[in-house]
């Protein structure tokens, strides 16, 4: 088995990424509990926008050699596929979305408007990672 190579240079890297995530969770978190305190857009759609946000940083550290472009599709596939996922309603599944974490990363229920969700946080990912990132 070949051993993961990870030079001293690709640290900020990780370390910039795990800042971002850091900021992206808790914001996420706040707009969700207290989504009445914002204007209707931001309380209701922002939380699932700053979700794929996350995952896109996320999957910007599992492939960090990768295209902010490869990034985006996996992110996105990823996220389209939990969502389309929420169709599958057994009871050991609602039982794991009934928890906190699970509710958080598998959902509820289908929504259109989710996927117009990830899409605009994975695109923002996008966009900040050709800028900033991308060779």
Known sequence: MQKLAIGWRAWPYFLLHLGLMAAVIPLGLHIRRHKTDFPYLVGEFAPDALWALLLFWVFSVIGYRRSAHWVAVATLLF??????????????????????????????????TDLVCYTTGIAVGWAVARRYFDQ
Do not use: C, D, K, P
């Open 79 to 112: 996220t389209w596929a939990i969502e389309v996922s929420q169709w599958y309603q057994a009871e050991w599944i609602r039982a794991v979305r009934r928890n906190f974490w699970g509710a958080m990363l598998l959902g509820h229920g289908f929504l259109w």
